[in-house]
């Protein structure tokens, strides 16, 4: 059933005629001529089929029709205003839009982000998940993928230096026998991410591992899902160690054996190599890239 919505710059003559209840007022405010506020009004009137002002000498007065009507136009025009304001912002050139892979969110920038918000109060800063590439925010400024830094129309900066490392839960090795070496791993559950070219397989064969099966276990779409399921019991996860630094503290997680190799993936930060980059996204580039230095030294 086709609705009877009346144009928006209609309702909004009408809510300003009706606060003031003078139609020049209600066109200082809007902009707009005295006319031509009188005509929106005279267009609203006939799309609804009745009159909304009684015309007087010296003013307006509304009619009942338009006194039950005004109540829900006012509150229509002040929850569009509130929406507009809370996702894009009263300055929307101040606000930083970034599409970032969960688990590099949650483990490695969310701890650091107290230091960019101290250093400019004035950016507001507007997170998106990317799980897959193809899935890509037009409406993102920086984004901030895993692989090996090669994506055309994009100029990467690298952000991370990592090592692969199993991890697993204390718990899990007190419930079974502890493993000596690696060729132990056949007893227990891998847990897999989709999408990550130097995963188990990649692991196992690196380091000489044959014997074992790379495809048993569980298979994840994100690398955060599978470190939590490790820290719960369920297997033996392959980390980063610019991840998984946290966990190990803590003792969510423990490294069973010294075996680690180097991956050539990695997290970068990427920006469009075709668009201009903003003071307000270069800040964050520079903040960024500054932290993975700091990180890449310790």
Not at 108 to 123: G, K, M, N, S, T
Not at 163 to 186: F, T, Y
Not at 285 to 295: F, H, S, T, V
């Amino acid at each position: 059933m086709k609705k009877r919505l009346p144009p928006l710059n209609w309702l909004r003559s009408f809510e300003a005629s009706a606060r003031h209840l003078n139609f020049t007022q209600a066109a200082a405010e809007l902009h707009m001529t005295q006319a031509a506020v009188s005509q929106q009004i005279k267009g609203l009137e006939t799309k609804l089929g009745c009159a909304l002002f009684v015309r007087l000498p010296r003013g307006l007065e509304l009619t009942d029709s338009a006194r039950a009507y005004i109540p829900g136009v006012r509150e229509a025009i002040e929850q569009l205003a509130l929406v507009t304001d809370e996702v894009f912002g009263k300055e929307r050139s101040h606000t930083l839009t970034v599409r970032v892979n969960l688990v590099f969110f949650t483990t490695w920038l969310a701890p650091r982000l107290a230091d960019f918000r101290q250093q400019h109060p004035d950016i507001d800063l507007r997170f998106t998940s990317n799980i897959w590439i193809a899935n890509q925010d037009s409406d993102a400024d920086v984004e901030i993928r895993y692989g090996k830094g090669l994506w055309p129309g994009f100029t990467s900066n690298r952000l991370t230096w990592d090592e692969l490392i199993p991890v697993c839960s204390p718990e899990l090795l007190d419930s079974l026998s502890p493993p000596e070496n690696p060729e132990a791993l056949g007893d227990f559950t891998l847990l897999h991410v989709i999408g990550y070219e130097e995963g188990w397989g990649y692991w196992l064969n690196k380091l000489g591992y044959h014997s074992i099966d790379a495809s048993q276990g569980i298979h994840f779409d994100s690398l955060v899902t599978a470190l939590e399921m490790a820290a719960q019991g369920h297997g033996v996860a392959l980390g980063r160690t610019s991840l998984i630094g946290p966990m190990l503290e803590s003792g969510r997680l423990i490294s069973p054996f010294p075996d680690r190799t180097g991956t050539s993936e990695s997290f970068f930060l990427v920006t469009p190599s075709n668009k201009a980059i903003r003071p307000h996204i270069e800040a964050f580039r520079y903040w960024l890239i500054d932290q993975a230095g700091l990180e890449a030294e310790e």
